[in-house]
């Protein structure tokens, strides 16, 4: 899977043309972040995922980039707080209440966990707990208390500022994948245990960049998930570390949903197209 390639249309937003190769297949995921959009009544993520046979190149499938973005990122954010968090955690909360927000609040309520929601839109919070079956947090404070925090927020402003983690807690930072993002304070970053999903993309992009860029961090303070799952590397030392996730997104997380649907192509209802 080679790094992500930005192309930025700054101010309005930027495209990202993500490729990775796994499972017999390769894969294209051509896509957007333009947070103004919602205002617009347009999503923030969209395109397309074109997945083609690697035996002999042949396109198999078209799939919708925000469906499969919203599946993997919320999937992700819930295996990092699953990975990392408390074993005894018991209080779980998503920031940002958007199409990634919610997606990973289905995950954990998937996962049998209740969620809390927080949103500067509280009508964006309510109408997605109500159709969820989350509640919406009574506060701020609250939901940045929970044991297992989730952040998807446009990343232009911070969430979690310094000294804002108490010990013992994770937070899975999703929102501020691009250039010029961040959810977390560089101070908070020096403070706390950092994993990451691929240190190439994230070093270069979101959270990490500006604690690299201080001098804050470097390549030995930061564990990639990947690493931990596969058991190469430990996860959280002891209850009372602090842990955050910081995601930038994966085109192999992409190749995997991708697969999954192809594989169960059978059970979708897809409209007959002819060429
Ligand atoms: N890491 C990844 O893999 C990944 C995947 C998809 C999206 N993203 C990023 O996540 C972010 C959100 O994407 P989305 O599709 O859910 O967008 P969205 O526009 O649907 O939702 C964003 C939500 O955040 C809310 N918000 C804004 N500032 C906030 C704040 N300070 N506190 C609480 N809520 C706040 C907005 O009101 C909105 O409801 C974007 O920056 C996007 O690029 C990352």
């Known amino acids: 899977m080679p790094p992500k390639v930005y192309v930025p249309a700054y101010p309005a937003g930027d495209f990202r043309a993500m490729p990775a190769l796994g499972g017999g297949h390769a894969l294209l995921k051509w896509v957007t972040s333009y947070p103004g959009n919602p205002a617009a009544g347009l999503p923030t993520v969209m395109g397309v995922v074109l997945v083609s046979d690697a035996s002999n190149g042949v396109l198999r499938a078209v799939l919708d980039a925000g469906a499969v973005t919203a599946l993997r990122t919320g999937a992700a954010a819930v295996l990092a707080a699953e990975t990392l968090g408390r074993r005894d955690a018991a209080t779980a909360a998503v920031i940002g209440a958007g199409v990634n927000g919610q997606a990973a609040a289905r995950t954990f309520l998937a996962r049998g966990r209740d969620v809390m929601l927080w949103d500067v839109d509280e ?125 930038t997104g994966l085109a192999i997380q992409d190749l995997a949903i991708a697969l999954a649907a192809l594989e169960r192509v059978d059970e979708l209802e897809l409209p007959e197209i002819t060429l």
């Open 123 to 247: 009508q964006r919070a309510a109408q997605a707990a109500e159709e969820l079956g989350a509640r919406v947090a009574a506060s701020e404070e609250e939901a940045l208390a929970a044991d297992l925090l989730v952040t998807v927020t446009p990343g232009r402003e911070i969430v979690l500022g310094a000294g804002s983690l108490q010990p013992g807690q994770h937070a899975s930072l999703m929102g501020a994948d691009g250039p010029g993002k961040a959810e977390i304070a560089v101070e908070e970053l020096r403070r706390v245990r950092v994993f990451c999903d691929d240190w190439e993309q994230a070093s270069h992009n979101g959270d990490l960049v500006h604690a690299v860029e201080a001098g804050a961090l470097s390549r030995d303070d930061v564990t990639e998930l990947g690493a931990v799952l596969a058991g190469d590397a430990a996860g959280r030392a002891d209850d009372s570390e602090a842990t955050v996730f910081d995601s």
